[in-house]
């Protein structure tokens, strides 16, 4: 007001309020989500040693997993491309096309269960699902078995990794030492995990004006915990149907697991961490701006309407959650042997 001055009191209680404000929003997330730990968590029943991290950096990497030797677990779940690899759906044995998109890997040792309908209790029980889809990978436990067996290179690893086991080369191995290096995926320090362990110039005003945008309107009902979601199983379309293109009529999610009418269009909620860099979202991965997709969220899941302001600040926090990425230096793979089986193509 021109011409008048503040009272010094009132300055102080604005200025009071605005750091309340602030404080407010930061417990509250704090009661909400929590950092990614640097150190990746213990397997049970899968101890890690270093030998067979290294076994399982060396599987993830190697396509003889699949029968054709041309697809390995990198192919869909990319270390340098935030753990996916960016398409609608995984292109598989053959070049067939996969019936969902490509979950991250990054931080999924978090989720309360594995792939979109939880079908997968754990890591290692996720490792043996692609190898066997003739979708994706198109091979047979006992002839993965073989194939390693008949690569020397690969003897002496299992043995160090599996100790005191007669025949270490099992299939149940295999996934084990997946698991255990998958566990190893995480990305910590994130600005947000930055922000949660007391750093309020983490975020942006934008950014927590997202953030309280993120927790005022109810999206921390599916997205909450460690992983920010993959906490639980939710219906697509609460509220409202996002329609066929967005979620396909054929593909009722975790009813096909359960075959329990309530669970038709129910998913896991997808972790929210790295969300800006591992787009198209959604199980069908047909939405490719996430400012989109938060729209989308509103009316299906909320039944509100998100404004454009409010969509991009919401965006602007979900940027927050993308932390460091790890880096994984692609192994020199043991070479075959005279008796390897040869490559299935067709």
Not at 20 to 25: H, Q
Not at 198 to 208: C, I, P, Q, T
């Amino acid at each position: 007001m021109k011409g008048k001055t503040i009272p010094l009191i009132l300055i102080l209680g604005l200025a009071a309020g605005a750091a309340w404000g602030k404080e407010d929003v930061m417990n509250r997330a704090r009661g909400i989500f929590k950092p990614i730990p640097a150190k990746a968590p213990a397997m049970k029943d899968n101890p890690a040693n270093p030998a067979r991290v290294e076994l399982g950096r060396m599987l993830y990497f190697d396509p003889r997993l699949s029968a054709s030797h041309l697809i390995s677990c990198n192919t869909c779940h990319n270390v340098g491309l935030g753990g996916t690899d960016l398409l609608e759906t995984s292109i598989g044995h053959g070049w067939q096309k996969g019936p969902r998109n490509s979950p991250t890997v990054l931080n999924a040792v978090y989720n309360i269960a594995q792939f979109w309908d939880g079908r997968a209790e754990d890591l290692a029980a996720q490792a043996k699902g692609p190898v066997q889809a003739s979708v994706e990978m198109n091979n047979k436990p006992e002839n993965l078995v073989a194939t390693l067996k008949s690569i020397p290179g690969y003897i002496p690893i299992f043995k160090k990794s599996f100790p005191g086991e007669a025949d270490p080369v099992t299939f149940d191995n295999v996934a084990k030492a997946i698991e255990v290096f998958e566990a190893t995926l995480v990305t910590p320090d994130a600005p947000f995990d930055k922000y949660l362990k007391g750093n309020r110039k983490a975020l942006s005003a934008a950014e927590e004006q997202g953030l309280t945008l993120f927790l005022d309107k109810g999206c921390v009902a599916c997205h909450s915990g460690i992983n920010v979601g993959g906490t639980g199983y939710f219906p697509f379309g609460v509220k409202e149907d996002p329609g066929p293109e967005i979620r396909p009529v054929d593909d009722t999610g975790r009813y096909k697991v359960t075959s329990t009418a309530a669970d038709k269009y129910v998913f896991r909620s997808p972790s929210l961490r790295n969300v800006a860099i591992t787009m198209p979202y959604f199980h069908s991965g047909k939405v490719w701006n996430l400012n989109d997709a938060v729209k989308i969220m509103g009316s299906a899941q909320l039944g509100i309407k998100i404004t454009d302001d409010d969509a991009a600040k919401i965006t602007s926090f979900l940027t927050t959650l993308t932390g460091k990425q790890p880096k994984v230096m692609h192994p020199v793979l043991p070479p075959n042997s005279d008796t390897t089986p040869r490559p299935v193509t067709n």
